[in-house]
């Protein structure tokens, strides 16, 4: 079963990272609620592909639960032997995720923005092709 908590450290991090990187400043300058959980699921996509970490939209529906607009969850089983600048660098990626979108009235809508190839110019560009090698 996959049980998520609340990670302060990744928060720590990440707002470190939304304060200080130019590609996030869209979030700095936004009302977005982001959680930043652990989870002791090794998630997987199929058999063979690895999710390090995850961002999700929450839905209105589940929002009376859920306290934020966006969850991020990093999954411990796969990221155990990362380094803290490896972790960093996974958590400025799935930030990447975070869609914000203006309406006329000036209200902001969320979204998830899924993978591009600006996305994974980004990480490569800042931090090289192998940055998540232990």
């Known amino acids: 079963m996959d049980s998520r908590k609340i990670n302060e450290q990744y928060k720590k991090i990440a707002e470190n990272l939304i304060a200080t990187e130019p590609e996030l400043a869209y979030i700095r300058n936004s009302s977005a609620r982001i959680a930043y959980l652990e989870s002791g699921f ?53 930030l990447l995720h975070v869609g914000i979108e203006y309406e006329d009235d000036g209200s902001e809508k969320y979204y998830i923005r899924p993978h591009d190839l600006e996305d994974f110019k980004i990480i490569i560009d800042k931090y090289g092709t192998s940055w998540n090698r232990t």
């Open 42 to 94: 090794a998630k997987k996509k199929g058999k063979d592909i690895i999710v390090n970490g995850q961002c999700e939209k929450v839905q209105t529906k589940n929002q009376w639960a859920i306290n934020y607009d966006f969850t991020i969850t990093l999954f411990l089983p796969n990221i155990k032997y990362f380094t803290e600048d490896q972790i960093r660098i996974l958590l400025f990626h799935e």
